[in-house]
């Protein structure tokens, strides 16, 4: 007997309790070697006050084990509460996202049989980092972070995924062509990585229509690795299109702690009624002991799963007319699982982890960005201008750009709005507006600082300010529409 691999483990809420006992007693049933140790999160946990959803002695438990396997969590409706999976993900530095999206063709209904895709979604930056503000009554904004150490890790993770899983293609999605900067980067950086994996194929497409083609040929796809909210919503999109958002596992892989869990949520209306699918969990559970370095244990219990799905054994929610052949719940999938333990599924293809390396984790180390010459140039003044007025406020503003400094433009939702352009009737203001100051060559801080604060003495509400910087003589900053 192996020794026990300690692992944390969360029964959630919802349904999480039933498809975890279920999945427990599979991988164990399997053979594998787990010592668990029980945490509490969720809804309990958020009800008890505390906002994060999870406790400290949680924490201490998962920073010792540094195997998470959570079952789904609700998070209560209302203000104030934050998502634990965010949270988690986040503090455990969990910067990739696998999802692998399969079809069970003929077993389980899909307009798509031959689908195989691995979602590897970054998990820590992008409009995920949650900064947000409300700037005026009328205004709000959520700031998108992209970095290029965040973007080398998650490329490289992509890349080194598709090698170590002979997989063919790396495809990147992004949308570059309006946000040049933050999705430029990813996107640069996506072609320099690539440039270093000569054996795998490389493809960038705008997420619009990259989205489109995955909805419509998901065959042509292989890995692809993209920014945190394209990869949260497409990640459900390819999932679903497979078959069922239910079949699918995740894992979120940190260089030091890794979390396995399904893609679907808690389910609630589905709670105690022995319903609900215990696959997702159970798959993510399979990418557990792969990590944990138990590939004959992920194997057996991975080709049972698919036996089980080929004999026609189905949940509720994959049972169809015609396809399946037996409809049971939770408790009887789980023994018709077991009860295969051993066999390989016939028309399907076996799984056969022995042979292959786990998920990369662990020693990257990003390269170090060259250091760039940095000159101040300006400043941007966001201001809550109540009247909407863009001529009041221009000549509130435009008297204090003195001292070699100058008001270069207004904008209201990033279209330039003073100087006024032919089709200046027709852009509709609210009530927050964005006031461009650059100076003569290069700025001195402390008269950005004196401009800022004369604006704000004769009761213009400044609400936010942004320095303007070159980086190497290149604009650190982007143009307003129509500028
Ligand atoms: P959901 O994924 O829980 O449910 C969506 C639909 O799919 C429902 O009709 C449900 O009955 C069905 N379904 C989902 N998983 C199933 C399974 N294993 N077996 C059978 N049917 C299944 O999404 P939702 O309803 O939007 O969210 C419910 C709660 O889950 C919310 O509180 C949400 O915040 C939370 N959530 C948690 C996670 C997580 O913990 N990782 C992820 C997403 C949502």
């Known amino acids: 007997m192996p020794a026990k691999t300690p692992i944390t483990v969360a029964h959630g809420d919802g349904i999480g309790p039933e498809i975890m006992a279920a999945c427990l007693q599979i991988m164990e049933a399997g053979g594998a070697a787990l010592e668990v140790e029980t945490i509490d999160v969720g809804e309990k946990v958020y009800l008890r006050g505390n ?26 409706q209302g203000g104030g509460y934050k998502s634990l999976n965010v949270t988690t993900r986040k503090m455990l530095g ?5 999802r692998p999206c399969v079809s069970y063709h003929p077993f389980v209904d899909t307009k798509h049989p031959q689908m195989d895709i691995v979602v590897v979604r970054e998990n820590e930056e992008d409009l995920y980092a949650g900064v947000e503000y409300q700037l005026s009554p009328e205004m709000t904004s959520a700031i998108k972070l992209i970095s290029s150490p965040g973007s080398e890790k998650i490329v490289r993770y992509a890349f080194e995924y598709a090698r170590r899983h002979n997989r063919k293609k790396v495809t990147c999605f992004t949308k570059d062509n309006v946000l040049k900067m933050t999705d430029g980067l990813f996107h640069k950086i996506y072609d320099e990585i690539a440039a270093q994996y000569p054996d795998i194929q490389k493809e960038h497409w705008m997420v619009d229509i990259g989205a489109a083609k995955m909805a419509d040929t998901p065959e042509t796809f292989d890995v692809i690795v993209m920014p945190n909210l394209y990869g949260d919503v497409l990640s ?3 999932a679903q299109i497979a078959g069922s958002v239910g079949l699918a596992g995740s894992a979120n892989i940190g260089d030091n702690c890794s979390m396995f869990e399904a893609m679907h949520g808690s389910a609630p209306r589905r709670a105690g009624q022995n319903l609900a699918n215990p696959s997702g969990l159970l798959l993510g559970g399979v990418l557990l002991l792969v990590h944990i370095n138990q590939p004959d244990v992920a194997e057996r219990v991975h080709n049972a799963w698919l036996r089980t799905i080929e004999d026609g054994v189905h949940t509720y929610d994959i049972f169809a007319h015609g396809v399946s052949k037996e409809k049971v719940g939770t408790k009887e999938f789980t023994r018709a699982v077991i009860a295969r333990l051993g066999k390989k599924p016939n028309t399907l293809k076996p799984v056969s982890y022995a042979k292959a ?23 941007d003044v966001i201001v809550h201008w109540p009247s909407r007025n863009p001529q009041q406020l221009h000549a509130a503003v435009s ?18 709005v003073w100087p006024a352009g032919l089709a200046a009737a027709e852009t509709f203001c609210t009530d927050s507006f964005r006031c461009r100051f ?18 704000s003495d004769t009761g213009v509400d400044v609400v936010m300010t942004a320095t303007l910087r070159t980086f190497d003589g290149r604009e650190g900053y982007s143009l307003a529409q129509g500028q």
Do not use: H
Request: net charge positive; glycine share 8%; no cysteine.
């Open 94 to 98: 969990q910067y990739a996202n696998v």
């Open 51 to 76: 906002t994060s959803g999870i406790e400290p002695s949680a924490w201490e438990s998962l920073l010792r084990t540094k195997v998470f396997y959570k079952a789904p969590t609700t998070t209560p």
């Open 236 to 238: 459900d999109v390819a």
């Open 357 to 379: 390396p786990s998920l990369p984790v662990g020693g990257r180390s990003v390269s170090q960005s060259a250091a760039s010459k940095m000159d101040l140039r300006g400043i």
């Open 399 to 416: 008297k204090y750009a003195s001292n070699g400094i100058k008001l270069d433009m207004i904008d209201n939702r990033g279209v330039i």
């Open 438 to 455: 650059f100076a003569d060559g290069t700025a001195d801080p402390g008269k950005l600082i004196d401009l800022v604060r004369q604006i």
